[in-house]
């Protein structure tokens, strides 16, 4: 893959980061890209490119994108958009100013630097977009409908996307992740404590013994939960492959939801998510 280049968001730990070494190691030129800038300077200490973008910060996309551009000579074969938080609570209990901060960081963030790289692509005839979503981008389970929004949001828009740029020689990607190993549990602490007023909140007792436990407690792996190893395993196959998937499914529970919501009623599949 000699001469190719990739720009990855999110990389400071987690998926971001494992994809970053790993298409270095294939012979990428990867452009590792972080929200903080002392992150972007140790991965520059490592030996990678890294552009300061954060979501939430339109001139960081501007100026993040204009640097790898730059660098190049002009072009981009690829771009991962990857990084994303979340911020657990009741549906009901979510103010409006959580759920627009979220936004712009997960869904329009994204979009914005999404459009800013498909005309470098259309000029070069050639590019992927790969958009890394969730299984919650497939079906909604309680306590996360903040980030389960913002996925739905991703999916539709991606899908559009897709068919939109049909037979220009950009392919667009989703990658489903299910539990996979990252900070995203310890990264919505912050956010979980600036919105939500869970003492006053109605179920304020199921917050205090479900959630703030999980949230709180020391890590342990969720059932399936797999490496950033097997997101990075997809993602290759997604930028390398002649004709590259539509979708590609990560982890067991995604495989097993992508099946149950096509075959079963919603309020069975509202059943069996309950469940666990």
């Known amino acids: 893959m000699s001469g190719k280049s990739i720009l990855i968001t999110g990389c400071s730990s987690g998926i971001g980061l494992n994809a970053a070494r790993g298409l270095r190691a294939r012979g990428w030129r990867v452009f590792a890209s972080c929200r903080r800038e ?15 973008i954060d979501y939430h910060d339109e001139a960081s996309i501007a100026s993040g994108l204009a640097e790898v551009i730059d660098a190049t000579g002009g072009t981009l074969d690829a771009l991962f958009n990857n990084g994303a938080y979340a911020c657990p609570g009741l549906v009901e209990d979510l103010p409006r100013g959580a759920l627009r901060e979220i936004f712009e960081a997960n869904v329009f963030g994204w979009h914005d630097l999404t459009r800013q790289v498909i005309p470098v692509m259309r000029a070069q005839g050639q590019g992927r977009i790969i958009q890394n979503s969730s299984v919650l981008g497939l079906v909604a389970i ?37 539990p996979v190993t990252s900070k ?9 404590e600036r919105w939500l007023d869970w003492e006053t909140a109605a179920r304020a007792d199921e917050y205090r013994t479900k959630l703030r436990p999980r949230l709180y407690g020391a890590y342990s792996k969720d059932r399936f939960e797999l490496p950033p190893e097997a997101v990075t395993k997809k993602l290759i196959h997604a930028l390398e492959a002649p ?20 075959i079963l009623p919603t309020r069975a599949l509202d059943w069996v998510i309950s469940k666990g």
Not at 246 to 262: D, E, I, K, S
Request: with cysteine; aromatic share 10%.
């Open 38 to 52: 002392e992150d972007c300077q140790r991965l520059r200490d490592d030996g990678f490119d890294s552009p300061r």
């Open 142 to 178: 309680g306590w996360r409908g903040a980030y389960v929004s913002t996925k739905f949001a991703l999916e539709g828009l991606t899908d559009t996307m897709r068919i939109e740029l049909r037979g220009t020689g950009i392919h667009v990607v989703l990658i489903e992740p299910g």
């Open 184 to 192: 995203i549990r310890e990264n919505a602490r912050a956010p979980f």
């Open 243 to 262: 004709r590259p998937r539509a979708r590609y499914y990560v982890t067991t529970p995604t495989y097993l939801m992508g099946t149950l919501r096509r």
